[in-house]
């Protein structure tokens, strides 16, 4: 059976790639760095690009592990009105310790007094398979939304209470786990991959 290690950090990721990965019925065996690693490496992550920083995430699990597939997750959230912030410092968007509810009061700071129709935004991600010495696979994945005026929800992770998605009245920390993972930037990147892989042919 196939061995995918899934190279972040971030619990929220590890639970929506454990459960996309059960819902497809997958024949294949995940780990996350936290079930490999201990502590939990800090992967400096050096790129300019979400493509950039999710291979060296994947590359850095790669040649660690021996015989398995390196999965890695670079994502983050676009706002127009702030050109594109905070982008890949999505993680890091409140300097020093950022954590989720520090990073949604900056934003919310940032975006005081702009009206509802110039608060779209979308969340990105980046998907890096590292499958051998020198073959990946990526894919990308998008949701169109907007930042809304407070945070609402307790479900998924990071800036999900502020994000509105397209078509929805509820935010992203709203929906059930399955609703978010079928509109999500992460959920079309992984189904994306996937329809990569089959056409490579070499994981069911
Ligand atoms: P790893 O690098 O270990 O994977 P990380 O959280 O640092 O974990 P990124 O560098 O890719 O990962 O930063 C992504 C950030 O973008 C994440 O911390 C959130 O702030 C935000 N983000 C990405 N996907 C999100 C989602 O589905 N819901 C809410 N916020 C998300």
Known sequence: MQKIIIATGNPGKVKEFRDMFSDMGLDCSVASLADCFDPLPDIEETGATFHENAKVKADWVYRRVANVWSLADDSGLEVDALDGAPG???????????????????????????????????????????????????????????????????????YDPLFIPNGFDRTMA???????????????????????????????
């Open 88 to 158: 890949v410092l999505s993680a890091r968007y409140s300097g020093e310790g950022a954590n989720a509810a520090r990073n949604n009061l900056k934003l919310l700071n940032e975006l005081r007094g702009i009206p509802d129709r110039k608060r779209t935004a979308r969340f990105k991600c980046v998907l890096v398979l590292r499958m051998g010495i020198d073959t990946y696979l990526s894919a990308e994945g998008v949701c169109e939304g907007r930042i809304g005026e407070r945070t609402v929800g307790d479900k998924g992770f990071g």
């Open 174 to 204: 709203q929906l059930e786990p399955e609703e978010k993972n079928r509109i999500s930037h992460r959920g079309m990147a992984l189904r994306n991959l996937l329809a990569a892989i089959k056409v490579g042919g070499n994981i069911y």
